[in-house]
């Protein structure tokens, strides 16, 4: 039941208000604000620039590669860990979890250590022309490596709170592992596994460390919107980076929007769950 303290919740609302406003948006309005500084054909003309056209689909295909891959580990993960008990539970879900306390400076870094021109495999790859440090590759797994927990983190509670008497029951009745997965498991947790892979994209598309480390600058081929808006910055380019930005902006309150309707679906379905 609320407390309720007469007085002090509009305080409370107000302070919010207030961080909410000096953290958030503000900062965003400055964003459109010099996005369109110099009028709509300079900002549309920053799209036209080649490395511009380059980071969008970069940053598209990295997301596209990278999200799908860690729904998949995620979703896996998660029946694992929620569904069954063996050794090493805790571990593993410590394991998913350090990418939230390691800085994504070392995530990137450690990947450098691996396969970088001096790393542990580098002179293995170099005898076999195969390149990962400075290329696409490097680049979705440094993304893969920080965004990994997202999904696993938004199924684990739902599907361990849900249990496993359903489960159970259908293969009682004969039905197999697959045939219980797919058709038991994976509908009770569809939402939060929307849900989660939403979240990831939106890390995805934005991660800077991480990607800067492994990616090595190279305009027009491994530089991201977030390593673009970095360039075209120190390059006092402010019009074009700031325009950059809003599009990451964009597709954040974008995500903002689906994220909050999800949430909505979602919780009707934890409702739903806790009536039966």
Same mark, same amino acid.
């Given at each position: 039941?609320?407390?309720?303290?007469?007085g002090? =919740?509009?305080?409370m609302?107000a302070?919010t208000?207030?961080?909410?406003?000096?953290?958030?948006?503000?900062?965003?309005g400055?964003v459109?604000?010099?996005?369109?500084?110099?009028?709509?054909?300079? +900002?549309?003309a920053?799209?036209?620039d080649? *490395?511009?056209?380059?980071?969008?689909?970069l940053?598209?295909?990295?997301?596209?590669?990278?999200?799908?891959?860690? =729904?998949v580990?995620?979703?896996?993960?998660?029946?694992a860990?929620a #569904?069954?008990?063996?050794?090493g539970?805790? =571990?593993l879900?410590?394991?998913?979890?350090?990418?939230?306390?390691?800085?994504?400076v070392?995530?990137?870094?450690?990947?450098?250590?691996?396969?970088?021109?001096?790393?542990?495999?580098?002179?293995?790859?170099r005898d076999h *022309?195969? #390149?990962?440090?400075?290329?696409v590759s490097g680049?979705?797994?440094?993304?893969?490596?920080v965004?990994?927990?997202?999904?696993?983190?938004?199924l684990?509670?739902?599907?361990?709170?849900?249990?496993? *008497?359903?489960?159970a029951? =259908?293969?009682?009745?004969?039905?197999?592992g697959?045939?219980?997965?797919?058709?038991?498991?994976?509908?009770n947790v #569809?939402?939060?596994l929307l849900?989660?892979?939403?979240i990831?994209?939106?890390?995805?598309?934005?991660?800077f460390?991480?990607v800067?480390?492994?990616?090595?600058?190279?305009?027009?081929?491994t530089?991201?919107?977030?390593?673009?808006?970095?360039?075209? +910055?120190? *390059?006092?380019?402010?019009?074009a980076?700031?325009?950059i930005?809003?599009?990451?902006?964009?597709?954040?309150?974008?995500?903002?929007?689906? #994220?909050t309707g999800l949430?909505?679906?979602?919780a009707?379905?934890?409702?739903?769950?806790a009536?039966?």
């Amino acid at each position: 039941m609320p407390i309720r303290l007469p007085g002090l =919740a509009p305080l409370m609302l107000a302070a919010t208000l207030a961080v909410l406003g000096g953290l958030i948006v503000l900062p965003l309005g400055v964003v459109f604000s010099e996005a369109f500084a110099k009028g709509l054909s300079a +900002y549309l003309a920053t799209f036209d620039d080649p *490395d511009a056209q380059a980071a969008i689909k970069l940053t598209l295909l990295v997301a596209a590669i990278a999200v799908p891959l860690n =729904a998949v580990f995620g979703l896996a993960a998660a029946w694992a860990i929620a #569904k069954f008990e063996f050794r090493g539970k805790s =571990a593993l879900m410590a394991v998913i979890d350090l990418p939230f306390s390691m800085s994504p400076v070392v995530s990137g870094l450690v990947w450098v250590l691996l396969f970088g021109a001096q790393g542990w495999f580098g002179g293995w790859l170099r005898d076999h *022309d195969i #390149k990962i440090v400075f290329d696409v590759s490097g680049i979705v797994l440094a993304t893969m490596t920080v965004t990994f927990p997202f999904v696993a983190r938004e199924l684990i509670p739902l599907m361990q709170d849900q249990g496993t *008497d359903e489960e159970a029951a =259908a293969v009682t009745l004969g039905a197999g592992g697959f045939t219980t997965f797919r058709a038991i498991t994976l509908p009770n947790v #569809k939402w939060a596994l929307l849900y989660g892979v939403l979240i990831c994209n939106a890390r995805a598309m934005g991660e800077f460390g991480a990607v800067s480390v492994v990616s090595g600058h190279i305009r027009g081929l491994t530089d991201t919107m977030p390593l673009q808006v970095e360039v075209l +910055y120190n *390059d006092y380019n402010f019009v074009a980076a700031f325009a950059i930005a809003s599009l990451l902006a964009g597709l954040a309150l974008v995500t903002l929007v689906l #994220k909050t309707g999800l949430e909505w679906r979602f919780a009707d379905q934890l409702a739903r769950g806790a009536r039966h």
